[in-house]
Nanobody, 125 residues
Framework: QVQLVESGGGMVQPGGSLRLSCTASGFTLRHYAIGWFRQVPGKEREGVSCIAHSSDRTYYADSVKGRFTISRGNASNTVHLQMNSLKPEDTAVYLC??????????????????WGQGTQVTVSS
């Protein structure tokens, strides 16, 4: 059974950091483009970052460039999102997604085949 599980969310003060992890079971993440998206109630799902499957090229939304870093973990089935200098507007449910095709990766469009359930990130003083 193909499954993605996010972890590492929580509550942090503005300026703080969190490291999210996306772990897969049932398939090898290394062969997939992996994207991170975030969702706030009442708003559209927003692309945050993506790492390509062949080149490991990375892509970021303008709102997180310079603050967030996506990377593949040493374990083949994990992808991380390091989030620094967090702002209240980063508050959202963060979801990871996997796609074998990877064509949506550069555009951070949520047309990915497999999704996790999400992890809540709250940035508040």
């Amino acid at each position: 059974q193909v499954q993605l599980v996010e972890s590492g969310g929580g509550m942090v003060q503005p300026g703080g950091s969190l490291r999210l992890s996306c772990t897969a079971s049932g398939f090898t993440l290394r062969h997939y483009a992996i994207g991170w998206f975030r969702q706030v109630p009442g708003k559209e799902r927003e692309g945050v970052s993506c790492i390509a499957h062949s080149s490991d090229r990375t892509y970021y939304a303008d709102s997180v460039k310079g603050r967030f870093t996506i990377s593949r973990g040493n374990a083949s089935n994990t992808v991380h999102l390091q989030m620094n200098s967090l702002k209240p507007e980063d508050t959202a449910v963060y979801l990871c997604a996997a796609d074998l095709d990877g064509s949506s990766c550069p555009y951070l469009i949520p047309l990915f085949g497999s999704w996790g359930q999400g992890t809540q990130v709250t940035v508040s003083s």
